[in-house]
């Protein structure tokens, strides 16, 4: 295995701690026993085999794991932990009072240790889904983060790890790790580092099934499906088609792939969450039983493993410095996750579109392709242009704060940002594909760029650490333009309203309907500044709206309109009349206190629409075309309607 050296910016490992416990570093791996015959109940235990030295030793339990761009490796849920020589001596440690992560004992004389964990499955929270371990009686997946423990001081590309897995009689498996051998439900793997290993989910239960999904003359691809029912792992030959479609774009857009195998891991059931997280060699996703069962979902699917697959390049091989660490407990910078995910949402997007993933059996090929990819666009943008809370904190910031913003709250979501470094980071990188194609006339796109920054690969390097100056370095090769400028505006500027120049860029033009659209189909919402459900209660209130100006508060309740009983109809009919009657009359229960509230409010039913802009061309039909030589000519001119 090819050693990484120390070659990445900001490594903040702790000398002082290392003086103190006299720590030089271990020779021999780590021996692993993970025993996961207890995972239809929730459990989960792991011997762990420590080579050691005279005197105090210092563990880890892994804090910063990738994909979730926090502190948030689910250290509650580890129930037990032991520590013995290998004669069974029992060994005192005690937690660093100063940090939860970190646990500390006497080897004494001792060689090596044995440490032992107990984890709790299926206790993840908003934060920790995807990095979480679950278990039920028929299906588990298992992230070694959860349950693993490694030296203070080693370097997880440096550290090896031999690891053996005991699954549940009759359980099968699979992952990116390639097997050693295997007697009986107990299978060793190859030796990895311990990077590798944590960078490598396996998934597991009673019924497994693979694909082969590799493009004619490409490196070996897999999608690996484990599910409660053998009948939703039955996939027509059009689905695999169009995954198959998706490593042969991925290939063609990135120009090359890297020079290891990749594995699709994917769970089908409706008692996991939703998952969704990018590996280097895989992706952990989890989806409802009927992810490819049910039209609507099969799209969603579809895009949720082109975009982990996109991380491939965008986020693993190339990742921004900052988080770029050799150590699991060093905090990371992430404000460059408007790359990171903002470009690979854009990707994603783009990836789906051409690989036929977002057709459905309604709309077939590109046509179907393109108009779902929109819908997805639009009512994302509508989202975004009621989030009010750029005023306060910029881009970068919802990326440098990222964790803290992966749950919303209860109340006032509209006031708060959340990780809009996805979704409004993907509207950047559809503005600058824009940009570049105006003012080349197409010679150049975004194409390129993704090329030849995220398409450079060296197998002697786990990885290629990249800065902003080095985004905008390959940008101004690539079509010199005042990128800085924009990127500044875009990502640090503080702008109350979403920047909607980039739809006039992509040939369309945001305005409003008197009916219902595609995109926004809240008849309160738009026109008031309220979502309002079925029994009369407030549930968002957008930020310098009518309804706030007003003073209303999410979790007051309608109960009148316009002197009559609260009813879903009867609000719709007073924001018609409103022109006529230039205001509306509300009943507000408020607490325990019944309010007269009267709106000022004339404009009638108001819907934001995104609509094709007359004589301008159709750049987002250009950015979503096929690059597959078969696929181009039914692609055509296909446009949105």
């Given at each position: 295995m090819m050693k990484r050296k120390l070659f990445c910016i900001g490594i903040r490992l702790s000398a002082l701690a290392l003086v103190a416990t006299g720590w030089v570093g271990i020779a021999a791996p780590l021996r692993v026993v993970v025993d996961a015959s207890d995972l239809p109940r929730g459990l989960l235990t792991a011997e762990i085999t420590v080579p050691t030295?005279?005197?105090?030793?210092?563990?880890?339990?892994?804090?910063?794991?990738?994909?979730?761009?926090?502190?948030?490796?689910?250290?509650?849920n580890l129930a037990g932990l032991e520590v013995t020589t290998p004669d069974g001596r029992k060994i005192p440690w005690n937690r660093d009072p100063r940090d939860v992560f970190r646990f500390q004992a006497d080897a004494g004389a001792a060689e090596e240790l044995i440490v032992r964990t107990t984890y709790i499955c299926n206790q993840s929270t908003a934060n920790s889904t995807g990095i979480d371990s679950h278990g039920t009686s028929l299906l588990g997946i298992i992230c070694w983060n959860t349950c693993l423990l490694y030296p203070v001081g080693e370097s997880i590309y440096d550290l090896d790890v031999d690891l053996t897995v005991r699954l549940p009689e009759g359980w099968s498996w699979a992952s990116s790790l390639r097997e050693k051998k295997s007697e009986g439900s107990s299978v060793e793997f190859e030796r990895v580092s311990f990077q590798e290993l944590m960078d490598s989910p396996l998934i597991c239960g009673e019924v497994v099934r693979t694909r082969n999904i590799?493009?004619?003359?490409g490196l070996p691809h897999t999608l690996a499906m484990v599910a409660e029912s053998k009948r939703v792992l039955d996939l027509g030959p059009e689905t695999l088609r169009k995954l198959t479609n998706l490593v042969e774009e991925a290939t063609l857009l990135f120009g090359r792939q890297h020079n290891y195998p990749y594995t699709f891991l994917l769970a089908l059931s409706d008692n996991l969450p939703f998952i969704g997280l990018e590996h280097t060699r895989s992706s952990l996703n989890a989806v409802g039983e009927k992810g490819f069962e049910d039209d609507e979902e099969a799209s969603k699917t579809g895009q949720l493993?082109?975009?982990?697959?996109?991380?491939?390049?965008?986020?693993?091989?190339?990742?921004?410095?900052?988080?770029?660490?050799?150590?699991?407990?060093?905090?990371?910078?992430?404000?460059?996750?408007?790359?990171?995910?903002?470009?690979?949402q854009y990707i994603g997007v783009v990836l789906a579109a051409r690989?036929?993933?977002?057709?459905?059996?309604?709309?077939?090929?590109?046509?179907?392709?393109?108009?779902?990819?929109?819908?997805?666009?639009?009512?994302?943008?509508?989202?975004?242009?009621?989030?009010?809370?750029?005023?306060?904190?910029?881009?970068?910031?919802?990326?440098?704060?990222?964790?803290?913003?992966?749950?919303?709250?209860?109340?006032w979501r509209s006031l708060k940002r959340p990780q809009d470094y996805y979704f409004e980071g993907a509207l950047l990188w559809f503005e600058i594909d824009a940009i570049l194609r105006e003012e080349t006339d197409g010679k150049i796109t975004l194409d390129d760029f993704i090329m030849s920054f995220l398409g450079r690969y060296d197998s002697g390097r786990p990885l290629m650490p990249f800065t902003e100056e080095d985004v905008l370095r390959f940008l101004n090769e690539l079509h010199p333009h005042d990128w800085k400028t924009l990127i500044d505006e875009r990502v640090r500027g503080f702008n109350e309203e979403l920047p909607l120049k980039v739809f006039s860029r992509l040939g369309y033009r945001v305005e409003y309907s008197p009916k219902p659209t595609d995109f926004d189909r809240d008849a309160s919402l738009t026109a008031l500044g309220m979502s309002v459900g079925s029994d009369g209660v407030i549930q968002t209130i957008v930020p310098g709206s009518t309804a706030d100006t007003a003073a209303l508060a999410e979790?007051?309740?309608?109960?009148?309109?316009?002197?009559?009983?609260?009813?879903?109809?009867r609000l719709k009919d007073a924001i018609a009349e409103s022109p006529v009657e230039r205001r509306i009359e509300l009943l507000i229960l408020k607490g325990e206190v019944f309010e007269t509230v009267f709106l000022p409010y004339a404009d009638g039913p108001k819907y934001i629409d995104l609509v094709r802009k007359e004589n301008a061309a159709d750049v987002l039909s250009m950015i979503l075309a096929p690059k597959r030589e078969d696929?181009?000519?039914?692609?055509?001119?296909?446009g949105i309607n």
């Open positions: 030295q005279a005197g105090r030793m210092d563990l880890y339990y892994p804090q910063w794991i990738e994909g979730v761009h926090g502190p948030n490796n689910p250290v509650s590799t493009p004619t003359g493993l082109a975009h982990e697959y996109g991380h491939r390049w965008c986020g693993k091989y190339h990742r921004p410095a900052g988080m770029n660490t050799e150590d699991y407990n060093t905090p990371k910078d992430t404000r460059l996750l408007w790359v990171y995910e903002g470009l690979d690989s036929g993933l977002f057709a459905t059996k309604k709309r077939t090929s590109f046509e179907g392709a393109l108009r779902d990819s929109w819908m997805g666009i639009g009512r994302t943008t509508v989202s975004l242009m009621r989030q009010k809370g750029r005023r306060f904190v910029n881009l970068e910031d919802t990326a440098a704060s990222s964790y803290l913003r992966r749950s919303g709250g209860k109340h979790g007051d309740k309608i109960v009148g309109v316009n002197k009559k009983k609260f009813g879903e109809g696929a181009k000519t039914s692609a055509g001119a296909v």
